[in-house]
């Protein structure tokens, strides 16, 4: 058998919300399969299936344990996929449908958070080469013991690429209810245009930064397995935004996009005891206590002392604080500020490995609209400033007019 | 280990249909537990679900192909089952659900109905071994390819009775939203009377009249398997009725129960050829019609014809009017009748394999009624009439008069 071209199709939650929609995903994967490629489709829970489903859990158990959570939430996607294969079929094309544990996604135990160890294409390619359009459950997996397991949140966008990983396909198209990656957060910034490309490494920045485009693992997955990813709209059939290696046009650019996360908290231990071993002992005891922990920042105070902040998410916050407050004497910290109205401003763009001056362009223009910097993180790709809540989308709007991130990479005034 | 007394329970839809039935469950095992007892529990899907899912389904598909409804239908059980693991977790005790898949519940691939080849019990009893409540999907299987199939109508039943076999256990306890077995439908004969034993050949012929307490299939697996059935109400901890082998005692007691069917259709036959083969004929293509025929009753009329009338259930009639007209010139058929303004009547009871008069005394007691009988059919254990469906209910309560349906078997005039 000649080999044909594999498309994996992603289909979110409020892409399949109704029979109407779940109907138009069909369509979709119909129209890639009449053009001669074998298509397997990804498909999440319905709409509001999984809060309804966890508002279930909670009324007979508030706090339900984590095996159960996976049990009952994995059902959400297996009803989805086994409606999209019924649409499919009755259009009259034939379509299967698996779930997580029919087709051996093996993932480690852990329960809610958990992570692809592998997959087992051959059933899958079997049913492609018998074609069929084949519909697999996303978000879920099984471990060795057969128990359901789940990949945390954005875990269909990662079961579809590591499933085109897998397969070897050509792309990985990802359906959402937006056309594209933007420049920055058109609720924000109305002028904020749509990119054509993006690196793996940028919208992984994006990603963690709160973009919420698509999930970073499986960013991580395209990055490491060579997939091209392609975010588009399931509304319509225009091009969206291809998610790739960086393209030495790329380092032209400056900033490709800038972000706003402000589901923040800060938490500057000041004082604490320099000696080897003790911000480690810090961050060791933040771990155990679960609570996941953004951009740090040390500086040396003197030979004795030195001051560690860091940003927690929002939710963590409560848990943070406990950590901190049960560590601090034995770190002989002094003090201890916390401060949850922040947000922090990023612009992120592969161009800044090459290019100097990004820094100094964003920081004059707060300065000049009068914006207060806390702090400030870099990553190779990225420059990120904690501001005053208040001041956030006053600063993420100032970055983006910086940057012009109204307009088309290709007539941007700073692009070379 | 010493060997522990092992229990199966069941419950179905209505009994898990919303928190607060699912927690008098999961406490209705605690209980069991506590008593040193193995619990395993078996659950159907809350309520209406089933239900919603097959609108659902019929939204984007009107006629979806059956290997997808059971994928589709199966999640119903599965959220029971990890709904009803929280909630024993919840009260402090340990638990463990399962699907049909995770305790390789292998099925035949005849989706939608299923039957069951082998049960995989070694994980159920390490868990249980661990000190686990064990609660199991009913309904569902999987096949050999890890197709997930259900069990057809009551499979939770079945899958529950199974287990119990399986597991050697002692009991099987089927919750229910009734208290016991009736010795008829009080809806029509507000006297009958719960039975405390019965045995799987009288309640096999109930079942397939339509008494609707249990799956039939589930009582022929008890029966094979030495499993005791104790149908109960999950509303309270009362003694229901037991259906188990028969016993000396059940020979005395002419009559246990009765039933009537309403959901049937008859079709006559008139004058076809008598020559050997073609009953065989008909009844292959109504098979291949995939219409399930019941009752079927053949007189010669003369050398060259015969008389062939048999009751289908309503939902085939019209598959099998079309499979009768198709084939009814092959047979030499002169002209077919169909009905369905009829309903079956019927007694059943194990002590009329040795006691002679018990259709006599139906027979004269429906006359006396002026209730006309279209036709009769009999078993070993069961007496059958045809009647005008709007003579039904009448010739229910007939039938429960003379056998003294409204007194417990041993307060009855002609029990010995």
Do not use: W
């Not at 013991?145 to 990983?165: F, K, P």
């Amino acid at each position: 058998m000649s080999k044909k071209e594999i498309i994996v199709q992603k289909f979110g939650g409020s892409s399949v919300a109704n029979a109407e929609k779940i109907k138009k995903a069909a369509q979709k994967a119909i129209n890639e399969f009449k053009q001669g490629k074998q298509v397997v489709m990804v498909a999440s829970a319905r709409g509001k299936q999984t809060d309804q489903l966890i508002a279930d859990a909670l009324e007979v158990n508030p706090n339900p344990p984590k095996r159960e959570m996976d049990q009952l939430l994995s059902t959400g996607e297996q009803q989805t996929v086994s409606l999209v294969a019924m649409a499919i079929e009755g259009m009259g094309y034939k379509a299967i449908s698996f779930t997580g544990a029919q087709i051996r996604m093996i993932t480690d135990s852990v329960h809610t958070k958990a992570r692809i160890k592998s997959i087992d294409v051959e059933r899958i390619k079997k049913e492609l080469d018998k074609g069929n359009i084949v519909i697999v459950a996303g978000f879920q997996g099984i471990d060795e013991n057969e128990n359901i397991t789940t990949l945390g949140r954005g875990g269909s966008d990662t079961s579809a690429v590591a499933l085109a990983a897998a397969l070897k396909a050509d792309t990985c198209d990802i359906y959402t209810d937006v056309d594209g990656v933007y420049t920055t957060d058109p609720r924000i910034f109305k002028d904020a245009v749509k990119l054509e490309q993006i690196s793996y490494d940028e919208i992984l920045e994006m990603a963690s930064l709160g973009a919420g485009v698509m999930h970073g693992r499986s960013i991580e997955f395209g990055k490491k397995y060579n997939v091209i990813i392609h975010v588009r709209s399931s509304m319509s059939d225009k091009k969206g935004t291809l998610i790739t290696h960086e393209v030495p046009q790329m380092e032209g650019i400056l900033v490709s996009g800038a972000t706003i996360e402000k589901n923040l908290a800060k938490v500057s231990m000041v004082g604490v005891d320099n000696k080897p071993g003790n911000a480690a002992k810090i961050f060791a005891h933040l771990a155990e206590a679960k609570v996941s922990v953004n951009d740090i920042i040390q500086t040396e105070v003197s030979k004795q002392k030195a001051n560690i902040s860091f940003t927690v998410n929002k939710n963590d916050f409560n848990d943070a604080k406990k950590a901190v407050e049960s560590i601090k004497e034995k770190v002989g910290c002094d003090n201890v500020f916390y401060r949850d109205d922040i947000a922090e401003v990023s612009a992120i763009g592969v161009g800044m490995r090459t290019h100097y001056g990004v820094a100094n362009m964003m920081f004059s223009a707060l300065a000049k609209e009068k914006i207060n910097i806390d702090s400030i993180t870099t990553s190779e790709i990225r420059i990120s400033c904690l501001v005053d809540k208040a001041q956030g989308d006053k600063a993420l709007i100032c970055v983006c007019k910086t940057f012009e991130l109204d307009k088309p990479v290709n007539k941007r005034s700073y692009v070379k």
